[in-house]
């Protein structure tokens, strides 16, 4: 529940004590933004003392009647606008008129009361009030986390491609410098290394582009009859190289052919990530099985590895942006730390979601359920 500040500036005593008898215990419930608003009442009898009361102890909400001895309730709105105060006011008057609340909401006025009102009157008027004020603020919650998650971004982006850029770098002016000579070994093992990096950094920023296509909703998906089986064997043949290097066996399981109405290039993502994963992530003569199997409308795709595992406290920070296990036995994997994120968000995109089963030193299995004819992902 929240709890807002009102402070009713009115000189007539019957006025201010109505409206704390009415307001007392009133309640406006806010399902929508899942939160109740409550309020804590304030009075004063003349604009000099609500302006004091303001600039002391600012309230979310004034009442402001029209007609003051003193400080007229235009004149006060006028310093509260001028003191950029975050306070929604509402103008109370016995003169009602098209021109007073014309004149009042060119002032910064929020809403408009005329007298007499009867306590429904007043409560609904609080009830606009008070939601506006939270869908405001959320607002401007929001805003602000939208631009730390941004500088945090762009730290985190700045920060992976400032270790490889300055190892290419490196490479380079050694070469340039002539300190390694063409066609020895140091020069080679300086070209390959320098297109390592090259390549993670490409790698890179075709998994941010991926994420962002996904996270935006702006890219075009082309849903077409998709055959998981033939997607995972591709997945598989891409890696056949890589892991025949360190002697790891890849093997598909399961349903031979798992047909789902899917973009193809999101269920190439999902299966390239989790495959390329159970390889970079497995040991020497390990093994990678992908297994496939229908649950009534699901599919559910599994794949396991016999790698070098992780611990819990590990598994729950796996899905996050830019998130890479440091360790010593992760030490040198290369990675843009984003492939887990793009399978977790593809998958939400399908009506379903990735779980994982890892223990150290035993392996690791991900397991992905999707909808397979989910109508909220055809465009």
């Known amino acids: 529940m929240e709890t807002f500040r009102v402070l009713v500036i009115d000189d007539e005593p019957g006025m201010r004590l109505g409206a704390e008898r009415v307001l007392r215990s009133y309640v406006v419930p806010l399902p ?47 310093i509260v606008a001028r003191d950029h105060r975050d306070i929604l006011t509402v103008m109370i008057t016995a003169y009602a008129s ?54 945090q971004f762009i730290s985190v982006l700045a920060h992976e491609l400032k270790a490889p850029l300055a190892a290419v770098e490196g490479y380079v002016r050694l070469l340039q410098k002539g300190l390694i000579p063409p066609g020895s070994p140091g020069y080679d093992q300086a070209v390959d290394r320098s297109l390592e990096r090259l390549d993670g950094m490409r790698k890179l920023i075709l998994d941010l582009l991926d994420l962002t296509r996904i996270e935006s909703g702006q890219g075009r998906r082309e849903m077409v009859a998709v055959d998981l089986g033939e997607s995972a064997r591709r997945a598989v043949e891409g890696m056949q190289a890589v892991a025949a290097q360190r002697g ?35 040991r020497e003569g390990g093994e990678v099985t992908v297994r496939l199997r229908a649950e009534g409308s699901k599919a559910v795709l599994a794949v396991s590895d016999t790698g070098i595992g992780m611990a819990p406290e590990e598994v729950g920070r796996l899905f996050g942006e830019f998130a890479r296990i440091k ?19 593809l998958s939400a995109l399908y009506g379903g979601d ?22 909220e992902s055809t465009p």
């Open 32 to 78: 929508d933004q899942e939160t109740e608003v409550a309020f804590v009442l304030s009075a004063a009898g003349s604009g000099e003392e609500g302006l004091e009361m303001i600039r002391s102890t600012p309230p979310d909400i004034l009442l402001l009647d029209h007609k003051l001895p003193g400080i007229q309730g235009l004149d006060l709105l006028d």
């Open 98 to 151: 098209i021109e007073t609340a014309i004149s009042a909401t060119k002032r910064g006025a929020f809403d408009f009361l005329a007298k007499p009102f009867t306590p429904d009157e007043l409560r609904a008027v609080l009830h606009k009030t008070a939601k506006h004020l939270v869908l405001q603020r959320r607002a401007a919650q929001l805003a602000r986390e939208k631009r730390q998650v941004r500088f």
């Open 248 to 282: 790891i066996s890849i093997s598909v399981e399961g349903d031979p052919s798992l047909p789902m109405t899917a973009d193809p290039s999101e269920i190439d993502m999902i299966l390239n990530n989790l495959v390329t994963n159970a390889v970079k992530y497995n």
């Open 327 to 345: 360790n010593d036995k992760t030490r040198g994997i290369a990675g843009s730390g984003l492939g887990l994120s793009i399978v977790k968000k």
């Open 354 to 375: 990735v779980k994982v089963e890892s223990s150290p030193n035993v392996g690791t299995t991900f397991t992905v359920t999707l909808e397979r004819g989910n109508e």
